[in-house]
């Protein structure tokens, strides 16, 4: 049963601290996408890659998030320095652009919060 | 930023009867997709539309598409306690090789009283 997996499913931590959130698509898909999911906001698209190549991070505050995939089996969105406004649900989606469906594949998510 | 807005934003029914909820988006698309995520979960894909087509069934959902209006309504027939969970559509266009990422309305939160 293929899924997508995220690690880890809970943080919590201080402000100023760096978190590393991580995320293991489906094998054999070539999009990832990382969104984040609060009250006020809803969901929002942070950023995407496809092939490992970045496609849009223009949803990213640049100047605190980083968004990485180091191989085609693993994707990294990092927070240096974590803020207060950071709190959120964190998805990662994989999915594969052959696919005619379009149909993004969520991970369970990382519960964020920052105090 | 948030495409477009779901209707209604909460929606308390029967089982068994059916539930509709309203979606409208703001920029053209090239489809439009339903998700539903049960609460404290991730979202599951339920349905896709494209912007060439008016009507799809699956199942129990049946969803339609106005481009003119940009509008899309998803139905639940004979709703199950089950399908307790909050609805959210996207729309997707492409670029770059395929789907760029999804946009998301605000959702709608749908309760079924057994």
């Known amino acids: 049963d293929a899924r997508v997996t995220q690690t880890p499913r809970h943080k919590v931590t201080e402000m100023g601290q760096e978190v590393t959130m991580r995320c293991q698509p489906i094998?054999?898909?070539?999009?990832v996408f990382w969104y984040r999911q609060t009250m006020m906001q809803g969901l929002e698209l942070l950023a995407y890659?496809?092939?490992?190549?970045?496609?849009?991070d223009s949803g990213m505050p640049k100047d605190r998030f980083s968004a990485e995939m180091p191989d085609a089996t693993l994707a990294t969105l990092k927070i240096q320095p974590s803020e207060p406004r950071d709190s959120a649900v964190y998805f990662c989606?994989?999915?594969?652009?052959?696919?005619?469906?379009?149909?993004?594949?969520f991970g369970p998510g990382t519960r964020l919060t920052v105090l | 930023s948030q495409q477009g807005e779901e209707d209604p934003q909460a929606l308390s029914i029967q089982e068994g009867e059916n539930a509709t909820m309203n979606c409208s988006y703001k920029?053209?698309?090239?489809?439009l997709q339903w998700y539903r995520q049960n609460s404290g979960r991730g979202l599951v894909h339920l349905i896709l539309?494209?912007?060439?087509?008016r009507e799809k069934h699956s199942g129990r959902l049946r969803v339609t598409l106005d481009t003119s209006k940009k509008s899309s309504s998803l139905l639940i027939t004979a709703s199950r306690a089950a399908d307790t969970a909050s609805y959210f559509c996207?729309?997707?266009?492409?670029?770059?090789?395929?789907?760029?990422?999804?946009?998301f309305g605000k959702g709608t939160h749908l309760i079924i009283q057994p």
């Open positions: 539309i494209r912007s060439n087509e």
């Open positions: 996207a729309t997707v266009k492409y670029s770059g090789g395929g789907a760029d990422g999804l946009t």
């Open positions: 890659f496809r092939n490992r190549a970045p496609l849009d």
């Open positions: 920029t053209s698309i090239n489809n």
């Open positions: 989606a994989s999915g594969a652009s052959r696919d005619p469906t379009d149909t993004q594949y």
């Open positions: 094998l054999g898909h070539n999009t």
